[in-house]
């Protein structure tokens, strides 16, 4: 399979503005633009196929560890070191909402499908929901039952998936009310769904990605041969769910297989800590996000994946 699949391990542009770490880069929902945060308290808006920024968000008071924008474009979230969600118009910059209430740094942002709910999830061991269409800025739902830091949140169309470093994935029906609690037994610092909805991915601070089954919890693979172990970062599948993405603390980014957990693909993508990976959700095609301050996409290619910067890249 791996053959016939080219991955994407060409550079096809860097994306620099930021000062200092980029905390998260994520595709908007049909992949023509992205968005990143980090350390320099800003927001950033780029074409990535074109190396273009095109603007910048700036109110929040510390780093800003997570963005994510409305199906439609219209609107962003954004949470990080200053407590604080913020609901934004992406077209005029301006901040339409501030959401107060987590008691620590927000790990965490997600719209839900409808764009009219925010959730989030931080060091206070609480995830919690906003309404978008209110003008209260209490949440709409608190839910407490972690044990430590809640570092990463996924929403379907009736749940809220998240994982936490007390070593637990929680899946909460909103309709009925149930928690189903699965124990991964490591510090979980990052969680995605697979395409299809059937799979949870979970990065832990192990060095490994676990792939569980949505409904039964059961541990279907692990996957290795990055290292993660004091940082928080991505992990990702392809748009086809065949391959797992996740970034390593060396600056590689690693292509598992999602059936047998063979590394297919690992290449030298940033100078340090790669703390994000974002797939495109038609093309073959990723960007990633660095410690280094870079935001780099990567096409397929060349010689094929996997020896992109082999060559110095003399805009580096």
């Known amino acids: 399979m791996s053959g016939e699949v080219q991955l994407p391990g060409k550079e096809a542009n860097v994306l620099k503005g930021h000062e200092g770490a980029v905390l998260a880069a994520r595709f908007n929902a049909d992949g023509n633009y992205c968005l990143s945060c980090g350390k320099d308290r800003t927001i950033r808006l780029w074409n990535p196929h074109r190396g273009i920024h095109i603007k910048t968000y700036k109110s929040h008071g510390r780093e800003v560890r997570d963005v994510h924008c409305t199906p439609d474009n219209s609107k962003l979230c954004s949470c990080g070191g200053d407590r604080q969600i913020f609901y934004w118009d992406v077209s005029t910059g301006r901040v339409i909402r501030k959401f107060r209430g987590h008691d620590s740094e927000v790990n965490a942002v997600k719209f839900n499908e409808y764009a009219s709910v925010v959730v989030s999830a931080g060091y206070d061991r609480s995830v919690r929901a906003w309404d978008c269409r209110s003008h209260s800025t209490e949440p709409i739902q608190i839910i407490d039952t972690f044990l430590d830091s809640v570092m990463s949140v996924c929403l379907t169309k009736s ?118 990976v974002s797939y495109h959700p038609k093309d073959s095609c990723m960007i990633t996000a660095s410690v280094d301050g870079t935001i780099r996409e990567w096409q397929r290619g060349g010689a094929g994946p996997g020896i992109a910067l082999s060559v110095p890249d003399p805009r580096l």
């Open 159 to 276: 749940e809220i998936i998240a994982g936490s470093v007390d070593g637990t994935i929680r899946t909460f029906d909103i309709r009925i009310g149930r928690e189903i609690c699965d124990d991964v037994g490591q510090p979980v610092n990052c969680i995605s769904l697979s395409n299809d909805g059937n799979c949870i991915l979970a990065s832990c601070l192990d060095s490994n990605l676990r792939l569980l089954d949505r409904s039964t919890g059961e541990l279907l693979q692990e996957y290795k041969g990055h290292t993660c172990k004091s940082f928080k970062m991505d992990c990702c599948l392809t748009n086809s769910d065949a391959h797992i993405i996740g970034g390593s603390e060396d600056g590689f980014v690693f292509f598992w297989d999602l059936v047998d957990a063979s590394v297919v693909s690992s290449f030298r993508a940033h100078t340090s800590v790669v703390t994000s």
